[in-house]
């Protein structure tokens, strides 16, 4: 008999970084759990994929969320989750309404806990497997108009880390990264409407390469992958900033330009 194949789980799978996630998990040969929203894009990737399981589920909802969680608990041979659902919101905290800052909480924080809880669970058990929290290199910085996005990524990002040191401390081999992409080409900024041309061409990273760059972090244990040299040495520089002059810079670049952030995302 031929062995069962490895099982891997990704959110947010209907398009863009979860979609590649799976494109790429289905030619390294797992077998493929897809859970988004739109059922009718699911089953669309499900036949690209030559076969799929597919989910649909809203994370933001109760019934959603236990749905997952009880398909994660029961998933036999589950290798690796990749928590990816996600979305931005375009405007000041005080100036949106506050339904869509408390689903972006629900969804980045409450619904990333609950299922990373489930997938280690399932894995430290077997005392094997892989979790990948898609967060932003936002999470290292704050700035006018994304201050949910940026401050959810934050804990995801941090949350990862404590994953890590928790896993260590029990001597288990499972493995966690917190992902964090600068601008990527996909409809993550379609659905905000944001103008893409606004950004230099040179700070955008392709889905392929954003995913390419997670896996291969993964082989390598790395906990933190910020994908672009780039990226990363930004992120270094804001860690020595101090906060009194990063508040400066971004606050009068904000009030002489009159534009909020333009989230990186994912």
């Known amino acids: 008999m031929s062995e069962a194949k490895p099982l891997a789980l990704v959110t947010g799978a209907s398009a863009g970084i979860g979609a590649t996630f ?5 030619r390294a040969g797992y ?7 739109r059922a009718n894009l699911l089953e669309s990737l499900a036949h690209e994929l030559g076969g799929a399981e597919t989910l649909e ?11 997952v969680e009880a398909r994660i608990d029961a998933a036999e041979g589950l290798e690796l989750v990749a928590n990816n659902a996600g979305f931005g919101l375009a405007g000041r905290f005080f100036d949106t309404p506050v339904e869509g800052h408390t689903r972006m909480h629900q969804l980045h924080v ?13 894995m430290v058990r077997r005392g094997k497997g892989a979790l990948i929290n898609v967060s932003s290199v936002a999470s290292f910085s704050q700035s006018p108009g994304a201050v949910s996005y940026s401050a959810t990524k934050a804990w995801m990002t941090s949350f990862t880390e404590g994953l890590y ?25 379609d659905v905000m409407g944001m103008d893409r041309g606004s950004i230099p061409g040179w700070l ?15 082989e390598r244990g790395k906990v933190i992958v910020i994908p672009g040299l780039f990226y990363r040495a ?16 971004v606050g009068r670049y904000a009030r002489r330009t009159r534009r909020i952030a333009e989230l990186p995302g994912k």
């Open 22 to 26: 799976a494109r790429h998990l289905a």
């Open 31 to 37: 077998g493929l759990i897809l859970v988004a929203r």
């Open 57 to 67: 589920a809203d994370l933001t909802s109760e019934d959603g969320l236990r749905r």
């Open 110 to 122: 409450m619904a990333a806990m609950r299922l990373s809880h489930a997938a280690l669970r399932n």
């Open 165 to 189: 040191l928790d896993l260590q401390s029990a001597g288990s081999p499972v493995r966690v990264q917190a992902l964090c992409p600068g601008f990527t080409y996909s409809e993550f900024h």
């Open 204 to 218: 955008w990273w392709q889905a392929d390469d954003v995913v390419a760059a997670s896996l291969k972090g993964l």
């Open 234 to 249: 930004l992120v270094g520089v804001m860690k020595l900033v101090p906060r009194s002059l990063y508040y400066r810079v």
